[in-house]
């Protein structure tokens, strides 16, 4: 059985390359149309509706089903700084396309190179090379400017994939040293399904899998340090991915 898992999966995931470059292709251009509005949060907004129409169509290819529970938690009018524990690259995805209204996430520089979805990759990230102090620090006030535009912040504060046996890796400050300094709310949101889909120990391999995020109330960073909200997000994801 197992044997036989394997060899799907890894046809499958064939499949699911397949079907991806496809449906890019043909949303990159109505995606890039974003560019033209004037006002910015709008631009992407509906660049992130885009996405979800896209996501919407290949997961229904690749028999990958999504629900999305805790919406009610986005107070309409408000902006947030969303993190995600961070298991699979189908996770990339998933994240920025449902998290309800206009948001950005925080990407890595090196995927803007790739020809053609590094267009539509820089539309939709903030780009950082973590191994440079200067990028790091850039990256850091764009996203006080998203936050200032009335946008969220999707950011996954595991840094990495988490490749250890454990529920969560532990977190970096940045998130949290963001929230506190801009006063700005957290919102957790728990990836399910995503590790079993998309193993990170396996090549080329993808599985059908019912997907799910799970968003959480909202964490205030008031009277709490960055270390303290580190700490506190940390245990609140923990404990949602013990139930």
């Known amino acids: 059985m197992n044997l036989f898992k394997n060899i799907f999966g890894r046809i499958w995931a064939v499949w699911g390359l397949i079907t991806f470059v496809v449906t890019f292709l043909i949303i990159l251009l109505p995606a890039l149309i974003s560019n033209l509005f004037n006002d910015e949060k709008k631009g992407q907004l509906y660049f992130i509706k885009v996405s979800r129409i896209w996501m919407d169509v290949w ?18 009018g408000k902006n947030y700084i969303v993190v995600f524990n961070h298991n699979a690259l189908l996770d990339v995805p998933l994240s920025a396309p449902y998290t309800p209204g206009s948001n950005k996430t925080i990407g890595k520089a090196s995927f803007a190179k790739v020809p053609l979805f590094g267009l539509f990759y820089k539309r939709g990230a903030i780009l950082i ?89 909202p964490v205030s960073p008031q009277g709490l340090s960055a270390k303290e909200m580190n700490m506190k997000v940390f245990e609140l994801m923990w404990e949602e991915l013990a139930t």
Request: glycine content about 6%; overall charge positive.
């Open 129 to 217: 090379d973590r191994k440079n102090e200067n990028s790091r620090r850039k990256s850091f006030e764009t996203m006080k400017e998203v936050l200032s535009k009335g946008m969220h912040m999707c950011i996954y504060p595991e840094g990495t994939r988490n490749r250890t046996d454990q529920a969560l890796k532990s977190f970096y400050d940045g998130a949290f040293k963001l929230s506190v300094e801009t006063e700005t709310k957290v919102i957790p949101c728990i990836l399910r399904g995503t590790k079993e889909a998309m193993p990170i120990h396996k090549f080329l391999y993808l599985y059908p899998t019912s997907l799910s995020l799970t968003f959480l109330p």
């Open 59 to 76: 997961l229904f290819f690749i028999g990958c089903r999504v629900k999305v529970y805790g919406k009610e938690n986005f107070e309409e």
